[in-house]
């Protein structure tokens, strides 16, 4: 941030708390401590983090049951021990600068401090067999602190309970028997994605805490926030962070996020100089709405996350009365070889009467998208090339009536392939194809609903054999690097 900002939106507390989805996981390799530690930099009220059993029986921080994806490790992660676990580095695949950075011991993180003092911690139980030994270690470890643990197995939060625990279930569903299991069980609360939440059953009265995940676009989260849920987990803390104090600041205002930009579609061809094949050249348009009763001033200015960007058309500072707002256009060119790490546009508000420092400081993601239409004949997919050694690698798609049909076609130089698709929020993983069902209501979404697809396998690299992920767009393996999932629409007239 510009040096007099209010980075990631400090100086207003929840509710709702904010916690990082495995720290700052945008700006540091995630769950490593260094990750945490950025995440309390910004403000913070927390982080939820994934726990796991490594081959001693320790509880290390890592989402995955192997090594391959965020370390230089391979694989699983329960048949290494602790010495061997210190060799591994965790932080160089994120950033040469996090060179060295370890995996992350539960004792360690939970020895963390924040300006506020102890964090707010959420524990994931990918593995609900190591609960009792979680409880040990919060004896231990944490016994001032707010932790919670949360599954999806009910048992497990049935248990969790029972050792004095405080139990979060993850619902993918929200439901009566979701809502009686909780109130049964006396539960701290209930977490889901938000379009369950802003549903009747979600807006309805629930007999504990509404805690939303998976939750990253400005739009959700400033529903969110005013719809008065108790906790967000985000991948997206600075902008969290920032939404709430919007609503803080602003309290009457009920428009739109005051920051939109138009969406960068890729096209299937489209290169640039060798930049990579996830890239193009734009002419988006930004809208910049001012949410205050008073008059500001405005300051825009453009991030680049992943890639390189060239930005032309960005106006000075300029003014914008109460509840007025402005259109501009942009001229961007560029990318990446890689989905993931969108650039951003920020404004930054000042109180144009009186304001030196800047009130509120927002962003808007620049997504780059696919689309693919779900015909009745077969279609291919090239998937991207990630390097320029990528060799050819395809899928074919095609809707059968109510399903839609995805099969491998070439897996390029992958072994042991097998193909993985994103669809409407849910993961998929099949072998060399998979029949799924379209979501409810597919045919009356014009717009399209969030699609992946890509092939998994083993690839021999300098660093030894390592799971590959190809990709067709964004969206995989996971939303937290992986990108923007493209979108499946109904077939072309």
Not at 218 to 225: G, I
Not at 230 to 236: L, R
Request: glycine share 10%.
């Amino acid at each position: 941030m510009a040096k007099g900002g209010r980075e990631g939106g400090q100086g207003v507390e929840g509710p709702p708390w904010v916690l990082g989805l495995r720290g700052s996981p945008r700006e540091a390799p995630e769950n490593t401590l260094a990750s945490l530690r950025r995440g309390l930099e910004l403000g913070l009220d927390g982080w939820s983090v994934d726990v796991r059993a490594c081959g001693g029986g320790e509880l290390v921080l890592c989402a995955d049951a192997t090594l391959d994806r965020t370390s230089d490790g391979h694989g699983a992660l329960a048949e290494h021990a602790p010495r061997e676990l210190g060799a591994v580095d965790a932080g160089a695949w994120f950033s040469p600068r996090f060179s060295g950075e370890k995996l992350a011991f539960l004792a360690e993180a939970l020895a963390l401090r924040g300006r506020a003092g102890a964090p707010q911690v959420v524990l994931v139980l990918r593995e609900p067999e190591v609960l009792a030994s979680v409880a040990a270690v919060l004896e231990e470890h944490a016994r001032r602190r707010t932790v919670r643990v949360l599954s999806d197995h009910r048992s497990a939060c049935a248990e969790a309970r029972e050792l004095g625990l405080d139990a979060l279930y993850l619902a993918r569903r929200l439901s009566d028997d979701v809502r009686r299991f909780a109130s049964e069980e006396r539960l701290t609360a209930v977490a889901a994605r938000w379009r369950e939440w802003d549903s009747p059953l979600g807006r309805a009265e629930w007999p504990c805490e509404r805690f939303v995940v998976d939750i990253e676009s400005p739009d959700e989260l400033l529903a969110a926030v005013r719809a008065g849920v108790n906790a967000i987990v985000t991948t997206e803390p600075r902008r969290a962070l920032n939404v709430r104090r919007l609503v803080k600041l602003a309290p009457e205002d009920r428009g739109p996020y005051p920051l939109r930009a138009s969406e960068l579609w890729v096209e299937p061809q489209h290169t640039l100089g060798g930049e990579g094949e996830w890239c193009g050249s734009w002419t988006p348009e930004v809208l910049v709405r001012n949410p205050f009763p008073f008059a500001v001033a405005v300051e825009l200015r453009f991030e680049v996350r992943r890639g390189a960007f060239e930005c032309r058309g960005l106006p000075p500072r300029f003014e914008l009365a109460a509840g007025a707002d402005l259109r501009v256009s942009l001229a961007l060119a560029g990318g990446s070889w890689s989905p993931g790490g969108d650039p951003l546009v920020w404004a930054r508000f000042f109180d144009a009467a009186s304001g030196a420092e800047p009130i509120l400081e927002l962003d808007a993601p620049l997504r780059r998208l696919r689309v693919v239409h779900a015909r009745t004949d077969a279609l291919r997919l090239a998937l991207l090339r990630e390097s320029p050694g990528d060799p050819p690698a395809s899928v074919t798609l095609r809707r059968r009536h109510g399903d839609l049909l995805v099969s491998l076609e070439s897996a390029g130089d992958l072994a042991d392939a097998r193909v993985v698709v994103h669809l409407d929020g849910e993961y998929h993983i099949g072998t060399r194809g998979l029949r799924l069902p379209l979501p409810a209501g597919f045919s009356g979404r014009p717009s399209g609903v969030p699609f992946s697809v890509g092939i998994e396998g083993l690839r021999n690299t300098r660093r030894g054999v390592r799971t590959v992920v190809r990709r067709w767009a964004g969206g995989l393996p996971d939303t937290l690097a992986g990108g923007e999932p493209g979108l499946l629409r109904t077939s072309e007239a």
